[in-house]
């Protein structure tokens, strides 16, 4: 049984709220500094990040990544992971703050 603290909410620019399970958004090393480090982020304790310069296009497409690292990451055949090219530019941006 799946309890609260499972999932994680990341909130995109315009406000859309992907939820999605901890294990996937551990896969960022920022989202895993802010859900597990000493620090105490408030992320920690709401299970939540916002991030205000992440268009929703984007994070869903990173939040899609994350699904496919974690399903592809101790299989020696890796299927291709599919970039259109006009995103291309922001989503490497936001990868390299996400540390993914």
Same mark, same amino acid.
């Given at each position: 049984?799946? =309890? @609260?603290?499972?999932? &994680?909410?990341?909130? =995109? #620019?315009?406000?859309?709220? %992907?939820?999605? *399970?901890?294990?996937?958004? +551990? ?11 000493? #620090? /105490?982020?408030?992320? =920690?304790? *709401? ?5 205000? *310069?992440?268009?929703?296009?984007? +994070?869903?497409? &990173? &939040?899609?990544?994350? /699904? ?5 990451? /101790?299989?020696?055949? &890796?299927? @291709? ?8 530019? *922001?989503?490497?941006?936001? #990868?390299? %703050?996400?540390?993914?």
């Amino acid at each position: 049984m799946a =309890s @609260e603290n499972d999932y &994680v909410t990341l909130i =995109s #620019a315009e406000g859309f709220e %992907f939820v999605i *399970e901890r294990r996937c958004a +551990l896969m960022s090393g920022t989202i895993k500094a802010m859900l597990t480090g000493p #620090a /105490h982020f408030s992320e =920690s304790k *709401e299970n939540t990040v916002t991030f205000p *310069e992440i268009s929703t296009r984007i +994070l869903e497409k &990173v &939040v899609e990544y994350f /699904h496919y690292k974690v399903r592809w990451s /101790h299989s020696s055949e &890796v299927p @291709e992971f599919k970039i259109e090219p006009e995103i291309a530019l *922001e989503l490497l941006m936001a #990868a390299n %703050f996400l540390d993914t």
